[in-house]
Nanobody, 125 residues
Framework: QLQASGGGLVQAGDSLRLSCAAS????????MGWFRQAPGKEREFVAG????????FYTTAVKGRFAVSRDKAQNTMYLQMNNLKPEDTAVYYC????????????????????WGQGTLVTVSS
């Protein structure tokens, strides 16, 4: 019900756009987020969007480089990633929650109910 795509191998400084297509009863989830997990590390919050007021949230490491957006008609969330760095290398996951989350809750992956399968982003130096 969540299909993430758009990952790939790029060089430092390049851009990628990830997509997360939602279907079924979670298609219009009020809160959606992007997380990533690098080898040997815990899953971490990257960006999120609260549909009710279109508020967007970012982890410090990606502010100014990444932009999260959502297309309601397509039930799809996007993550535009610019000026990619080797430290952005990870499997990226999208996730949803069935209610509007406060900003702090976006940072906690255990809050989210549904997860996509992940898409690998590899940034070479």
């Amino acid at each position: 019900q969540l299909q993430a795509s758009g990952g790939g191998l790029v060089q430092a400084g390049d851009s990628l756009r990830l997509s997360c297509a939602a279907s079924g009863r979670i298609a219009d989830s009020p809160s959606m987020g992007w997380f990533r997990q690098a080898p040997g590390k815990e899953r971490e919050f990257v960006a999120g969007i609260r549909w009710a007021d279109n508020n967007k949230f970012y982890t410090t490491a990606v502010k100014g480089r990444f932009a999260v957006s959502r297309d309601k008609a397509q039930n799809t969330m996007y993550l535009q990633m610019n000026n990619l760095k080797p430290e952005d290398t990870a499997v990226y996951y999208c996730a949803t929650y069935g209610r509007p989350l406060n900003s702090g809750s976006f940072y906690n992956p255990s809050v989210f109910e549904y997860w996509g399968q992940g898409t690998l982003v590899t940034v070479s130096s």
